[in-house]
């Protein structure tokens, strides 16, 4: 049985506004997600994350569940707003609580925090004073957010991810609305990424700085899918580079080479901000490690300029600006979002980050599924989810093989929960949540993921 390598880290993700609940007590300030939850129409079924797992009341329970499953590392996020309600200045002791038991309670239990600070929960206050990530002003307000976290939990914190997937903040949240804060914009997109990616690299700068003695690692999780070429053509060849350029190299080669890729400043022009020299050099060489997060593949083909609608499903950016035209295989399964189940996707897109990157350490930090799970006498058989898992970690298993310095694997998502616009229809848990009861039960793929660290292999 061929084994992943010996030091491996296997872990399972969540993020807060998805699993916390208690959106509104103990000094909490609200967040952008509050707010559009609020706006009808914007959430499947009106839901919000008002309760969602109730995880701040039954974080202990949760914590049982992972240790029982033999997790090394879990990968949560703070709620910004509720250590800080309004996004500065005041500090709200019981969120800094709340957030020191829980890692206490996961040291006690033997398994690893990985803390992301911003997962998509900004301050309302920072949205409606400062117009959000559209303000550079906010780099560094970040900055001073990430240092509070840093201050108080880094003694016991050594992994740390600034920024959840920028890509979808300014895609989904800027340029096709369908994300808090909801705007809609051809370059707005792009100045949001811009602002996150100063941000990201002020925290980093500061971590450095101040907290070297914490010896803790730190980097930032971008989100991509795989484009594989639709023909052999040499224009459909270059439609995919290019894809996966506006895709992942938009937020990660300002981080490895210290600046956007050549053909986005040739198609975007003045909607392109640039990087002052300072920037530059502050933004390269800013993570330690490169943080993935990876769900599907599509083809993708040149479009000749006939402009593709801009999907609300999230395509992979502003069609128009790569000139790129997506589409799946009718031969392919789709999860419940509709995303295509392409394990071969994943292991070469690893080997396409390992290769512009100069093999980089990854971290897989999120990978998982949705698909319409039900409870059957106290259990869910989601083989599907089985057969998930088993297909990208065998994909990961051979890219190791090949070269590639993957150190760790986080499937997404520890259990069902708030999925955004989705509301609870998509589970993607490896745990199946009862929204009535907020009773949790493993699912058959908890099992086998239980059964996969063991053996340290997906075989
Ligand atoms: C992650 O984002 C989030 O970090 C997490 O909070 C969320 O719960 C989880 O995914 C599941 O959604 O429509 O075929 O073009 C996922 C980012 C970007 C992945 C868009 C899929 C669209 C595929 N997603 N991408 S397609």
């Known amino acids: 049985m061929r084994k992943f390598p010996e030091d491996f880290i296997w872990g399972t993700a969540t993020s807060s506004y998805q699993i916390e609940g208690a959106a509104d007590i103990d000094g909490k300030g609200?967040?952008?997600?509050?707010?559009?939850?609020?706006?009808?129409?914007?959430?499947?079924?009106?839901?919000?994350?008002?309760?969602?797992?109730?995880?701040?009341?039954?974080?202990?329970?949760?914590?049982?569940?992972?240790?029982?499953?033999?997790?090394?590392?879990?990968?949560?996020?703070?709620a910004w707003a509720r250590v800080m309600p309004t996004g500065k200045g005041e500090v709200n002791e019981k969120g800094i609580q709340f957030y020191s038991d829980l890692i206490d309670e996961l040291l006690k239990a033997g398994i690893e925090p990985w803390v992301t600070?911003?997962?998509?929960?900004?301050?309302?206050?920072?949205?409606?004073?400062?117009?959000?990530?559209?303000?550079?002003?906010?780099?560094?307000?970040?900055?001073?957010?990430?240092?509070?976290?840093?201050?108080?939990?880094g003694d016991r914190v050594k992994n740390w991810i600034t920024l959840n997937e920028p890509w979808?903040?300014?895609?989904?949240?800027?340029?096709?609305?369908?994300f808090a804060p909801g705007r809609s914009s051809n370059s707005e997109p792009y100045l949001a990424a811009h602002n996150l990616l100063i941000?990201?690299?002020?925290?980093?700068?500061?971590?450095?700085?101040?907290?070297?003695?914490?010896?803790?690692?730190?980097?930032?999780?971008?989100?991509?899918?795989?484009?594989?070429?639709?023909?052999?053509?040499?224009e459909d060849k270059q439609a995919a580079e290019r894809a996966l350029e506006f895709f992942l190299a938009w937020f990660a080669d300002p981080v490895y080479k210290g600046d956007y890729p050549e053909v986005m400043k040739e198609r975007l022009k003045e909607r392109l901000?640039?990087?002052?020299?300072?920037?530059?050099?502050?933004?390269?060489?800013?993570?330690?490690?490169?943080?993935?997060?990876?769900?599907?593949?599509?083809?993708?083909?040149?479009?000749?300029?006939?402009q593709q609608e801009i999907s609300v499903n999230g395509n992979g950016g502003i069609s128009e600006d790569q000139d790129v035209s997506l589409s799946l295989d009718k031969s392919w399964n789709v999860t419940l979002m509709d995303w295509a189940v392409v394990p071969w996707g994943c292991k070469k897109l690893l080997k396409w980050i390992s290769n512009r990157y100069d093999q980089p350490n990854i971290y897989i930090t999120e990978n998982g599924c949705a698909y319409p799970d039900k409870l059957v006498d106290g259990k869910v058989n989601d083989q599907e989810r089985v057969d998930f898992y088993q297909g990208y970690l065998k994909a990961c298993q051979e890219a190791i093989d090949e070269g590639v310095q993957l150190k760790g694997y986080f499937a997404w998502s520890f259990m069902d929960n708030f999925e955004w616009a989705s509301g609870y229809e998509k589970r993607f848990g490896l745990h199946y949540v009862d929204f009535e009861t907020l009773e949790r039960v493993p699912k058959k793929s908890a099992h086998w993921f239980k059964e996969a660290i063991e053996k340290n292999s997906a075989e």
């Open 168 to 178: 979808v903040v300014s895609i989904l949240g800027y340029g096709q609305g369908v």
């Open 273 to 306: 901000p640039e990087f002052t020299e300072e920037e530059k050099k502050m933004i390269k060489g800013s993570s330690d490690f490169f943080g993935l997060n990876h769900y599907t593949t599509m083809y993708a083909a040149n479009s000749n300029g006939e």
């Open 30 to 78: 609200p967040s952008i997600w509050d707010s559009f939850c609020t706006i009808p129409g914007r959430i499947a079924q009106g839901e919000t994350g008002n309760i969602a797992c109730d995880h701040y009341h039954k974080f202990k329970e949760d914590i049982q569940l992972m240790k029982d499953m033999g997790v090394k590392a879990y990968r949560f996020s703070i």
């Open 199 to 234: 941000a990201h690299a002020k925290a980093v700068a500061v971590y450095r700085e101040n907290y070297g003695h914490q010896e803790g690692q730190i980097g930032i999780s971008n989100n991509c899918d795989w484009r594989e070429p639709l023909t052999n053509s040499e």
């Open 117 to 153: 600070l911003y997962h998509w929960d900004l301050p309302l206050a920072l949205q409606l004073e400062e117009d959000g990530w559209l303000n550079k002003n906010m780099t560094d307000y970040f900055a001073d957010y990430a240092n509070l976290c840093f201050d108080r939990f």
